[in-house]
């Protein structure tokens, strides 16, 4: 049974970072993408970032690029985010997302391309 756990959520001030992890388990994730999605308030769930299977490409969200680092680690099965600068308009459900693909260089940024799901977790930016 495939099982994606988001850790690293919480409150924080605006400015401040934050780093979010999604620890899989129940497939070879080396041959997965992978991916952070968000929902914030009355707002449809949308692609934060996404890194192919090795992690050599990555892809962000037009606003966020600058600010938030993807990264993973295989032999951990464990997928990051690093948030920085953060703003209040950051604040939402941080949820991590996987799929297989068949070509090592190859993420996905749509959220109907993705088998995997985590339950999430709350990140809230005060001002």
């Known amino acids: 049974q495939v099982q994606l756990v988001e850790a690293g959520g919480g409150l924080v001030q605006a400015g401040d970072s934050l780093r979010l992890s999604c620890e899989a388990s129940?497939?070879?994730?080396?041959?997965?993408?992978m991916g952070w999605f968000r929902r914030a308030p009355g707002k449809e769930r949308e692609c934060v970032a996404a890194i192919s299977r090795s992690g050599g490409n990555t892809g962000y969200a037009d606003s966020l690029k600058g600010r938030f680092t993807i990264s993973r680690d295989n032999a951990k099965n464990t997928l990051y985010l690093q948030m920085s600068s953060l703003k209040p308009e950051d604040t939402a459900v941080y949820y991590c997302?996987?799929?297989?693909?068949?070509?090592?260089?190859?993420?996905?940024?749509?959220?109907?391309?993705?088998?995997?799901w985590g339950q999430g977790t709350q990140v809230t930016v005060s001002s």
């Open positions: 997302a996987v799929r297989f693909t068949a070509y090592s260089g190859t993420y996905y940024t749509k959220t109907g391309e993705y088998a995997y």
């Open positions: 129940g497939r070879t994730f080396s041959s997965d993408t």
